[in-house]
């Protein structure tokens, strides 16, 4: 396989942004059930791992792992072992994480609204058929799927950070409120914020690495880069890398 370089948008993000020296980081876009491209990219994670040589490596999920792609139960899954396996892996919460729990919690709003966002492909993940799904009301669909989603799938979900500061750079889902100081940011704008954050262009006192808002390619801007290049419609899943002063892109 070939790692592909992604093109960058016209205005660069900070040149002088720096993560600690010693430290690697591959950060991981939008995934949203494509569990195919997700098993690519770590492969060529680990090929560029390889070829770079020592280093403390973390890799960093942006969120919105669920929803709109085929196997999102198995994307959770995999998520999951890599944890285990004690290989240095940190998680956001996406939104569409955010309702998919509120709707296993036992909302019927947040089970119709997951589904008007995408989740009936993260439901059929779960082992229902297609016959199933359209024969069950809400009603009678949210215990069923409550009963169908592992408990440890729940938990690892629950257990998904918000933010994560390395270095010159801070890491969410979807962005910050421009002049909140960091630890005074709110879960709603971190999983949820677009306009408000992608339209300032000041500067927020780190480089912020998002998904949430699909670009063609790569996004950067001064103050932020987005690496959400919608996966589950054009089979492009994108990792940011990260060692020192330099950056660099891969994507299958």
């Known amino acids: 396989m070939v790692l592909k370089l992604l093109r960058r948008a016209i205005e660069p993000a900070q040149a002088t942004a720096r993560v600690p020296d010693g430290v690697r980081v591959y950060a991981i876009g939008d995934i949203h059930g494509r569990l195919d491209l997700l098993d690519q990219l770590l492969f060529r994670i680990d090929a560029d791992e390889r070829a770079r040589g020592p280093a403390r490596s973390e890799i960093i999920?942006?969120?919105?792992?669920?929803?709109?792609?085929?196997?999102?139960?198995?994307?959770?899954?995999?998520?999951?072992?890599?944890?285990?396996?004690?290989?240095?892996?940190?998680?956001?919460?996406g939104n569409h994480e955010e309702v998919f729990l509120k709707a296993l919690k036992g909302s019927l709003e947040a089970l119709k609204f997951f589904v008007k966002i995408g989740g009936r492909a993260t439901i059929l993940s779960y082992g229902f058929d297609e016959s199933e799904y359209e024969r069950l009301d809400y009603e009678e669909l949210l215990p069923a799927l409550i009963d169908r989603v592992p408990a440890e799938h729940v938990a690892f979900?629950?257990?998904?950070?918000?933010?994560?500061?390395?270095?010159?750079?801070?890491?969410?889902?979807?962005?910050?409120?421009?002049?909140?100081?960091?630890?005074?940011?709110?879960?709603?704008?971190?999983?949820?914020i677009r306009s408000d954050f992608l339209d300032f262009r000041g500067d927020h006192g780190a480089v912020i690495v998002?998904?949430?808002?699909?670009?063609?390619?790569?996004?950067?801007?001064?103050?932020?880069?987005?690496?959400?290049?919608?996966a589950f419609a054009s089979g492009r899943l994108t990792a940011l890398g990260l060692e020192a002063g330099e950056r660099w892109y891969l994507s299958t």
Do not use: C
């Not at 979807?174 to 949820?192: E, M, N, S, T």
């Open 61 to 93: 999920f942006l969120g919105d792992l669920v929803d709109r792609g085929p196997n999102s139960a198995g994307v959770v899954q995999r998520a999951l072992e890599l944890k285990r396996s004690g290989r240095p892996v940190r998680l956001l919460m």
């Open 210 to 230: 998002h998904g949430h808002t699909i670009t063609d390619d790569v996004e950067e801007r001064p103050n932020r880069i987005g690496i959400d290049t919608g």
């Open 157 to 192: 979900l629950e257990s998904l950070e918000n933010q994560i500061a390395i270095g010159d750079y801070l890491f969410v889902h979807a962005g910050i409120r421009p002049r909140v100081p960091f630890d005074q940011q709110v879960g709603g704008d971190l999983r949820w």
